[in-house]
T-cell receptor, first 112, second 113 residues
Framework: EAQVTQNPRYLITVTGKKLTVTCSQN?????MSWYRQDPGLGLRQIYY???????DKGDVPEGYKVSRKEKRNFPLILESPSPNQTSLYFC???????????FGPGTRLTVT | DAKTTQPNSMESNEEEPVHLPCNHS???????IHWYRQLPSQGPEYVIH???SNVNNRMASLAIAEDRKSSTLILHRATLRDAAVYYC??????????????FGTGTRLTIIP
């Protein structure tokens, strides 16, 4: 079964404490992406990766880092989280034809 | 990115057809029309997409106006499981580059038992 998994699903942390949200896909897709979803703002892209070792900024990259050392994994790193990064985060990948994006179940992050 | 306009909310009775409209008057010739939905507490889910012709799949149908300035997602027989936020998105076709989807606020569909 085609799957995008994220961990953790829920996280409450404090300002400044580094954290990583993992994302893994089993579809061998080259393209992966991270979005954040906030009320009234829709989903906004944070970073994307077109292949291993190839990453680039999306619309709201400030305060985030990513890495793509292998095709299946695309972790999102918050080196020093702040309360304005409290949000719902989704990882996504896209089919080879580029028609269908597959989203993970989401990670709800609260930074106090 | 070209913009889409959708009603904020709609209601429909269970087991009846639902027509979800989307306006995209600034669509360009290479823009595909995609529909995604987001069920409560889940990530967005692909529903259907099209370019010029009407499209059908197991989930829904997509009717595209002749001038492509609007489209309608049709759920032929709504069930309670179809209650979700439905997003109409334009995606410019490209062989490479960022495959970002620009989500608006969508239409919240409520199904009445």
């Amino acid at each position: 079964e085609a799957q995008v998994t994220q961990n953790p699903r829920y996280l409450i942390t404090v300002t400044g404490k580094k954290l990583t949200v993992t994302c893994s896909q089993n579809m061998n897709h080259e393209y992966m992406s991270w979005y954040r979803q906030d009320p009234g703002l829709g989903l906004r892209q944070i970073y994307y990766s077109m292949n291993v070792e190839v990453t680039d900024k999306g619309d709201v990259p400030e305060g985030y880092k990513v890495s793509r050392k292998e095709k299946r994994n695309f972790p999102l790193i918050l080196e020093s989280p702040s309360p304005n990064q409290t949000s719902l985060y989704f990882c996504a990948t896209i089919s080879g034809q580029g028609y269908e994006q597959y989203f993970g179940p989401g990670t709800r992050l609260t930074v106090t | 990115d070209a913009k889409t306009t959708q009603p904020n909310s709609m209601e429909s009775n269970e087991e009846e057809p639902v027509h979800l409209p989307c306006n995209h008057s600034t669509i360009s010739g290479t823009d595909y029309i995609h529909w995604y939905r987001q069920l409560p507490s889940q990530g967005p889910e692909y529903v259907i997409h099209g370019l010029t012709s009407n499209v059908n799949n197991r989930m829904a149908s997509l009717a595209i106006a002749e001038d492509r300035k609007s489209s309608t997602l049709i759920l032929h027989r709504a069930t309670l499981r179809d209650a979700a936020v439905y997003y109409c998105i334009l995606r410019r076709d490209s062989n490479f580059g960022n495959e970002k989807l620009t989500f608006g606020t969508g239409t919240r569909l409520t199904i009445i038992p």
